[in-house]
């Protein structure tokens, strides 16, 4: 991409500078600073579906090519050598079944993928009541804290990683000897995590957080509209250690409190906070949980998701801080890399960053819209966005600035909601499990897929 400074504001600086004297002081000029944008196409144009194949295709080999070569986990990002993240895992783990579809790998190398993970994180993985960190180290299975004293179970990042390993046992379902093991050591880790004890002695509300040296000292409570839905789906799922649905009611909906029903860019947002938040939001929980005709008393649950993205859509088009180069082919914001650190990017927290995950995990939602993002993404900035494994993690055009970084928790959703459009069949696969129809039935949802 070229960065083209506008000549005539080059020369009026120049003016000025040269117009000032000890006698007369000239006004103080500021140019502003515009990075144009080389519209050229930086690759050849390909059809709908190739580039969509293309680009599920690329972004597989962070998971496949650069899974950690011990226990095949997904590296938290692509600088974190032996530190693998349970969370980008489980995203990780939901891809295998969509890449042996599309014929990126073969099915014999995807169990034999699947069961590389399933062995090291049923025998090898650190575990607390069942419940897997944040981060481990991909070579010992020891755990690797996340923070201070976030050293011990992460019952969020569980879920995400329940939610896939649960997809790849509906998945490899046949009869032979291989993949009937896989499913029981599937279950034997499934069943062993103690979602209710997570209540801190039997409180209505499930914790994020339980420390080995510092007990429940992080005291966050799991609750509210977030990304954690499908935290809640599985602990009323669970065989073993379910949690009764006034859990789910007071602690996640307390009791209903987690609606909005304002509107925004003349767009009704049912639950969670002003504007609807990162993009993530609408994305973790439902790679597995379907949303299509998915209802409860409080909302359906595609119109929630849709009307979130088209929100955060229309901020960007609208771009009320003037960032360059946000248009309706230049949006999306959600938890990413930005220039000076991490930033949970939103329309109320815009740092003038874009990430490719948020506008392409939302294909389900607003498929026109993504669309267009990605052909920008690619065929406009793919000099400086794309790379090895995909899309780079973010990018600005007001600096302009482009990441070098890729990361598990943005590369998973985008292979696996770029598939949930095209085929359902993420979707399929966990919304056949029995347990989460009976589970989420309990707790008052009501869906065809259920």
């Known amino acids: 991409m070229k960065n083209c400074f506008p000549i005539f504001l080059l020369l009026l600086a120049v003016f000025t500078f040269a117009c000032k004297s000890d006698d007369v002081k000239a006004p103080e000029v500021i140019a502003p600073v515009t990075f144009q944008i080389d519209s050229t196409d930086k690759f050849p144009i390909i059809s709908d579906e190739a580039l969509l194949t293309l680009v599920q295709k690329q972004t597989f ?4 090519d650069f899974g950690h070569p011990v226990s095949g986990l997904a590296r938290e990002r692509n600088t974190s050598g032996d530190v693998v993240t349970s969370g980008g895992s489980g995203f990780g783990i939901m891809t295998i079944p969509i890449a042996i579809e599309r014929e990126f790998i073969t099915r014999a190398q995807g169990l034999e993928r699947t069961q590389k993970i399933v062995g090291f994180l049923k025998t090898t993985a650190q575990k607390f009541h069942g419940a897997f960190p944040h981060w481990l180290n991909g070579a010992t299975g020891a755990v690797v804290p996340f923070s201070a004293k976030d050293d011990g179970a992460d019952l969020v990042e569980t879920s995400y990683l329940i ?3 649960l997809t790849v046992r509906q998945y490899f379902d046949g009869n032979d000897a291989a993949e009937t093991a896989l499913r029981n050591d599937i279950n034997a880790i499934w069943y062993a995590v103690e979602w209710d004890w997570f209540r801190k002695n039997n409180e209505n509300v499930l914790y994020w957080h339980w420390s080995p040296n510092y007990n429940w000292d992080m005291n966050l409570p799991i609750k509210g509209w977030n990304e954690c839905l499908i935290t809640y789906a599985l602990a009323a799922s669970s065989p073993t250690h379910a949690i009764p649905n006034v859990v789910y009611e007071n ?4 009791n209903g409190s987690f ?3 304002n509107s925004y860019y003349g767009i009704t947002l049912p639950l969670g906070t002003a504007y609807g938040g990162p993009l993530f939001i609408s994305q973790y929980s439902f790679l597995g949980i379907n949303p299509t ?8 649950y595609l119109t929630q998701n849709q009307n979130h993205t088209l929100i955060n859509y229309n901020y960007c088009k609208t771009n009320p801080l003037k960032y360059n180069g946000y248009s309706e082919l230049c949006w999306g914001l959600t938890a990413s890399d930005i220039p000076d650190g991490y930033n949970a990017n939103s329309p109320t927290s815009d740092k003038g960053v874009i990430a490719p995950t948020a506008a392409l995990s939302a294909f389900p939602y607003t498929p026109t819209e993504s669309m267009k993002a990605l052909k920008f993404f690619y065929y406009k900035l793919g000099d400086k966005l794309w790379g090895d494994y995909g899309f780079y993690d973010a990018f600005s055009l007001q600096t302009p600035w482009y990441a070098t970084s890729y990361l598990a928790i943005d590369q998973g959703p985008i292979i696996i909601m770029i598939e949930n459009h095209r085929s359902g069949l993420p979707w399929k696969l966990f919304m056949s499990a029995p ?4 589970g989420m039935k ?3 949802f009501q869906s065809p897929n259920l």
């Open 442 to 444: 309990n707790l008052g």
């Open 435 to 438: 347990e989460i129809k009976t």
């Open 61 to 64: 080999k962070y998971f496949w």
């Open 293 to 300: 005709d998915l209802t409860d008393k409080y909302t359906n």
């Open 163 to 165: 939610q896939g390993l």
């Open 259 to 261: 609606k909005n029903g």
């Open 251 to 254: 602690g996640w909906t307390g």
